[in-house]
T-cell receptor, first 110, second 118 residues
Framework: RKEVEQDPGPFNVPEGATVAFNCTYS??????FFWYRQDCRKEPKLLMSVYSSGNEDGRFTAQLNRASQYISLLIRDSKLSDSATYLC???????????FGAGTRLAVHP | GAGVSQSPSNKVTEKGKDVELRCDPISGHTALYWYRQRLGQGLEFLIYFQGNSAPDKSGLPSDRFSAERTGESVSTLTIQRTQQEDSAVYLC????????????????FGPGTRLTVT
């Protein structure tokens, strides 16, 4: 079983739609959580950290459920420019290195 | 401020040759990571440097791969006797990696080196 699992998608949504991605992690001792975005043939870029209380940044909302060991990302009012691969990232307790999920592809169409 | 830089941006080499890839992390970042990403695939962890600690080499795929880091600055990833399966984008990332805040573990990536082995 992979440490971090994501639905690879693709999620094809129209502009203005709300879309949600989930991610599950296997190590209950995991401590830090992030969402990264990767555009085609570009490097990953940090989208947001995920805090226990949940956090929002504009149209993006991240939630963490430690009991069920999953993280979610909600994107409201999707834009064409949101089309990308979204990577779920986890730092497991006692280790500094981050574990990257394989990513969920999002395609927003007019 | 300046981000993570990598050089070269592209490298084409013949099978069997050695290559050296360079990474300049963000100033002040103590942790440095190398990843490999094959076309259409996810990130594959290679090696992690943290300050003066021994590097975590658990992700290096074979003994043809090695990496060095000078203090808390530049790192080089060397691939000896390259094979066609080494063709990929090699990404470097750095982070503060302090223990006080979650955000100190946020990694910032360089643009990568696209390696093609012919």
């Amino acid at each position: 079983r992979k440490e971090v699992e994501q639905d690879p998608g693709p999620f094809n949504v129209p502009e203005g739609a709300t879309v949600a991605f989930n991610c599950t992690y296997s190590n209950s001792a995991s401590q830090s959580f992030f969402w990264y975005r990767q555009d085609c043939r570009k490097e990953p870029k940090l989208l947001m950290s995920v805090y226990s209380s949940g956090n929002e940044d504009g149209r993006f909302t991240a939630q963490l459920n430690r009991a069920s060991q999953y993280i979610s990302l909600l994107i409201r009012d999707s834009k064409l420019s949101d089309s990308a691969t979204y990577l779920c990232v986890v730092r497991s307790g006692g280790y500094n290195k981050l574990i990257f999920g394989a990513g969920t592809r999002l395609a927003v169409h007019p | 401020g300046a981000g993570v830089s990598q050089s070269p941006s592209n490298k084409v080499t013949e099978k069997g040759k050695d290559v050296e890839l360079r990474c300049d992390p963000i100033s002040g970042h103590t942790a440095l990571y190398w990843y490999r990403q094959r076309l259409g695939q996810g990130l594959e962890f290679l090696i992690y440097f943290q300050g003066n600690s021994a590097p975590d080499k658990s992700g290096l795929p074979s003994d043809r791969f090695s990496a060095e880091r000078t203090g808390e600055s530049v790192s080089t990833l060397t691939i000896q006797r390259t094979q066609q399966e080494d063709s990929a984008v090699y990404l470097c990332a750095s982070s503060l990696d302090l223990v006080f805040r979650d955000r100190d573990y946020e990694q910032y990536f360089g643009p990568g080196t696209r390696l093609t082995v012919t």
